[in-house]
């Protein structure tokens, strides 16, 4: 059974679109079973009915157009019950309802399972048979394994480029859901990025010179033909020819008919060579894969992999030269930093990905930009969409494709209002974040990038509260040396001078990786990250803690952050390398003044500690995008748990209190640092809780300022004493949001994403 199930989940997962799918499926699904029957209804929503979309057994004819009401029919009771149905005599059902068209009138037996998917039902999928019989347990769970298989894609298509034979106004009409990644509203035309090695990833794009695509394809072949050549060459010095004649194979496979002249075609026929390419290869692959047998299906990876190596080459061709829309939206499965940077400023509108959260750092780099952004689009299809018209949504964490005229409308008008309060709250910007009651709450600049110094000094920030180190790593293909460090520091710092720097060291691992320093973990969120790398690799510590030292050199404004703290061996291990480079330095002769140390207080074992680091230390930043992560075992990463996450959980609430308590014991300042300082809501709470500052993108600075700015100290003390009573973080939302459009916050409130 389960052989067969994979098999069959093979098969559809290579199917190119969601009709070859479902035909795959209804002929797998009745062979494997042994049915007379097997079909898949779906529910049209706007038409509020079920469509017969594919079958094999029944009239062919029937198909798109056999439609039951949402409470008719069999069809309709295992909808309702979300369960699967097994009856012997499917007339002697109350709810059977025959249907002429079908020529069903001969099948008996009925087996449904619905299609879920996030808890709504999006079809079922039946069996019949001609006996009497009951379906056996084995048949019923391959049934109900393949409908939950089968729900994803169906929800994909349904969203990205509707469905034949379903009504269309409620896909063009419909929000796609995500998460909110980076507030505000874009509207522009979709541009799909993709990593360069992943052919999966490779949208559908028009090409409008066939020829010159044609010749770039060719040209990327014959690199690759002489690449297999000098390797085949390489090896027959040590290797017996009969191993090397796998390489003549492959020689071949490049010259043949099947690749060169059916990607040609695809081209001719209109698609570009990526596109092109990834569907020979796809064809090629299903084919091997196919035939069931592990010689074969090797066969298959070797294609994949002259594909991958061809696509490597196309795109070293095409990349650099890529035209950006003036209004650009970039989406794709999982959107990198780099991706995001190489849009011109002034072009991007948006930002989309399937992959990743609020928390993930193409999000926190958006926010930092300005830039809207939506996360976690789990059903979303990239490869429909390049070219196409978005409205981002980063509000409410949803999107629209091709949105109709009313939608379009009512963002722009969105849009415009949103344009209103920041030239609003623009004014703010000089004024200090004081409490109605008089209590000075000083907000700092979250950032990792040094052309943000100049914006984030005119936001009105009062320094920077965590400079992430991260970023200058990321970008270069090896670790930036002593000196490449130092310059990029002392830009921050002197550009905030004498407004204090919190410079944090590398937090690598998790899931900010380096090109050249890859961690193959299981479970990075819980491995090697952090201060953890840092301390078994004094050599690139110590580097980035001289070059921070240096480039203090005359400002004295430098403070050092340590990330991913969880015992408190970690933090004397660390002040000793610290103390180690400062004396270095002096015995150098270098004039430097040792700067104030701090620690991220991230994971629940420093919480418990808070006190006894605090003890250790100068000053806490809580880092609440991990603690919310660590505290509610909830990956900040993962778009199907992403509604589980929220740093309003009376749990994470509670953790805070217990920090500021640990930290004020020994007279020690605690900030937080996390994107939750940025939420308008939660900082009234981060007020009420005695937080000595907070630091935000910059994006977030005006409105948090305008929330300070209009309640009072005792207020806040009041309200968090309130919401700590309730159970959970909908409620606490709830009530912080009464709160916020009493003030006349309105325009400050952030409805949550998601699902
Ligand atoms: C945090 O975890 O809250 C934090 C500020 O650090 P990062 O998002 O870089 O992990
Ligand atoms: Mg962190």
């Known amino acids: 059974m389960l052989e067969t199930l994979r098999r069959i989940i093979q098969e559809v997962n290579a199917a190119k679109d969601l009709d070859q799918a479902l035909a795959i499926i209804v002929t797998r699904v009745k062979q494997a079973m042994s049915a007379d029957v097997c079909s898949v209804y779906l529910t049209d929503f706007n038409r509020k009915e079920y469509v017969l979309m594919a079958t094999d057994g029944l009239n062919p004819e029937a198909v798109g157009k056999v439609r039951l009401a949402l409470n008719e029919g069999l069809v309709s009771v295992v909808s309702e019950r979300a369960e699967p149905l097994n009856l012997d005599n499917a007339p002697d059902h109350p709810r059977y309802r025959f249907v002429a068209e079908t020529g069903e009138e001969r099948y008996h037996a009925f087996l449904g399972a619905p299609i879920i998917h996030h808890r709504e039902v999006l079809g079922v999928l039946v069996v019949r048979q001609r006996a009497r019989r009951k379906f056996d347990d084995n048949e019923v769970t391959l049934l109900v394994t393949i409908a939950a298989q089968l729900a994803g894609g169906i929800a994909h298509a349904r969203v990205s480029g509707g469905i034949n034979g379903l009504s269309k106004n409620r896909q063009q009409g419909r929000a796609i859901e995500g998460l909110a990644g980076a507030p505000g509203v874009g509207i522009g035309q979709a541009l799909v990025v993709y990593p360069p090695t992943d052919l999966d990833a490779i949208p559908d794009r ?16 014959g690199k690759v033909r002489g690449d297999i050549e000098t390797l085949a060459v390489r090896l027959r010095a040590t290797l017996p020819a009969e191993d090397v004649a796998l390489f003549d194979a492959y020689l071949q496979m490049l010259s043949g008919e099947s690749l060169m002249g059916k990607t040609s075609a695809r081209i001719r026929a209109g698609q570009w060579a990526p596109g092109a390419l990834r569907d020979t290869i796809m064809e090629h692959t299903r084919a091997f894969e196919a035939m069931g047998d592990a010689y074969l299906s090797d066969r298959a990876s070797d294609v994949r992999d002259l594909g991958l ?29 780099t991706a995001l940077a190489e849009v011109p400023k002034d072009k991007l509108a948006g930002v989309v990905s399937v992959r990743g959260s609020s928390s993930s750092h193409v999000a926190i780099l958006a926010r930092a930009m300005g830039v809207p952004a939506v996360m976690g689009v789990a059903d979303l299809d990239v490869s429909r969409v390049d070219g196409r018209e978005i409205v981002v949504d980063g509000y409410r964490g949803r999107l629209f494709i091709e949105p109709t005229p009313v939608v379009r409308n009512e963002y722009l008008r969105i849009a415009r209002e949103e344009q209103a309060l920041t030239t609003e709250l623009a004014e703010l910007r000089n004024l200090p974040a004081v409490t109605t009651d008089g209590h000075r709450m ?26 992430r180190t991260e970023f200058p790593f990321m970008v270069r293909e090896r670790f930036p040396s002593e000196e490449e460090q130092r310059v990029i520091y002392r830009q921050v710092l002197e550009g905030f001078a004498p407004r204090p720097v919190i410079l944090r060291t590398l937090d690598i691992g998790g899931d900010k990786s380096l090109p050249y320093f890859p961690i193959e973990e299981d479970n990075p969120f819980l491995g090697w990250r952090g201060i953890r790398i840092t301390l078994d690799h004094p050599e690139i510590f110590l580097v980035q803690l001289r070059a921070m030292l240096r480039a203090s050199r005359g400002l004295d404004n430098l403070h050092l952050l340590l990330p991913m ?9 660390a002040l000793h390398l610290i103390k180690r480079a400062y004396q270095e330095l ?84 605690v900030s937080v640092c996390g994107e939750m300082a940025g939420d308008p809501a939660a900082a009234l709470l981060l007020l009420g809780m005695g937080m000595d500052s907070l630091s935000m993108s910059v994006a977030s600075l005006p409105r948090i300022k305008w929330v300070i700015r209009n309640i009072s100290r005792a207020d806040a003390r009041r309200l968090l004493e309130e919401v700590l009573k309730l159970d959970d973080a909908a409620s606490i939302r709830a009530q912080l949001n009464r709160v916020l459009e009493q003030a006349g916050m309105r325009g400050l409130i952030a409805v949550r994403g998601g699902r």
């Open 586 to 669: 002096l015995e150098a002769g270098e004039a430097i003044v040792m700067p104030k140390i701090g620690v991220m207080i991230e994971v629940p074992s420093a919480v418990y500690q808070a006190d006894r680091i605090a003890a250790r230390v100068d000053f806490l930043s809580v880092g609440t995008n991990d603690l919310t992560q660590y505290l509610l075992a909830v990956d900040r990463n993962n778009a199907r748990v992403a509604g589980l996450y929220d740093a309003l959980h009376p749990a994470v609430l509670y953790a805070l209190v217990q920090i500021v308590e640990g930290a004020h014991r020994h007279k020690k300042p």
């Open 442 to 467: 000083p907000l700092y600049a979250n950032t990792g990038l040094v052309s943000d110094v100049t914006p984030t000094l005119n936001s009105g920030a009062e320094g920077i509260g965590l400079y």
């Open 565 to 573: 703290i969880s015992t408190l061996s970690e933090v004397d291990d």
């Open 206 to 221: 028009k090409c409008d010179d066939a020829a010159a695509e044609v010749a770039a394809f060719e040209n990327a072949v």
């Open 309 to 337: 190596r061809i696509l490597v080459y196309l795109q070293r061709d095409t990349r650099g030269q890529r035209d950006y829309p003036e209004h650009t939206v970039i989406v794709g499965e999982d959107v990198s930093a």
